[in-house]
């Protein structure tokens, strides 16, 4: 039986969304093509029409993740700047739900693993999210590479929390990566004065 284009294409982006949210909640490796279906209320035999590999299918839910992270950062941005994006990403609330949080919080050590065409993508993306936030930092000599360091205090406070989850520590972590980032976003004395 054929299926109009529409369903065809409907049917991708569920697989793409279902496969997203549970790479981000339960790790690439930890996901199965059929637990992906399953979830997606499709067959197996429904995934080769839409992909080739399962490696295609974590390059695709990538970058629909990514590109999500890339519009939620631009909303929440023009709201309220460099420290409401902080302080929505180190959240109690994105700390304990990492299926609908960051891709790089969530799958980094797994990426590094994966094919160079998936690692590249993901430089890419990366990269829209770089700067979209060094374009609202305030003057600094090199905006990319404070907004590099936040990225990476970020991520690496949002593992750390997430490690320890259930804890007070986690909390603490949270607090303390949230302080760490703002004084990356803060001018320098040298540059206040410019």
């Known amino acids: 039986m054929r299926y109009e284009k529409g ?9 793409v969304e279902v496969a997203a949210q549970r790479f981000r909640g339960d790790g ?19 995934f080769y029409p839409h992909f080739q590999s399962k490696a295609e299918l974590v390059r695709e839910s990538l970058v629909a993740a990514l ?11 023009a709201a309220g700047g460099p420290e409401m994006g902080i302080a929505a990403y180190l959240s109690a609330e994105h700390r ?8 790089s919080a969530a799958l980094l050590p797994e990426l590094a693993r ?3 065409e998936t690692r ?8 829209v999210l770089v700067r979209q936030l060094s374009a609202v930092l305030p003057q600094t000599k090199d905006p990319e ?11 690496g406070t949002l593992q750390l ?29 040298g540059e206040k004065a410019s």
Not at 7 to 15: G, L, M, T, Y
């Open 7 to 15: 369903r065809k294409d409907a049917s991708r982006d569920r697989i």
């Open 145 to 155: 590479a404070a907004a590099l360091g936040v990225f990476a205090t970020l991520i």
């Open 67 to 77: 590109e999500s992270q890339s519009q939620q950062l631009q909303e929440v941005l």
């Open 114 to 116: 994966q094919p160079p």
């Open 120 to 127: 590249q993508v993901y430089t890419e993306r990366l990269l």
């Open 96 to 103: 304990d739900n990492p299926g609908a949080g960051c891709a």
């Open 161 to 189: 929390a997430r490690a320890a989850a259930g804890t007070e520590l986690s909390d603490r972590i949270l607090a303390a990566g949230a302080d760490a980032a703002r004084s990356l976003i803060q001018p320098s004395d």
């Open 28 to 46: 690439i490796a930890a996901s199965g093509l059929a637990a992906i279906m399953g979830d997606a209320g499709l067959t197996n035999g429904a």
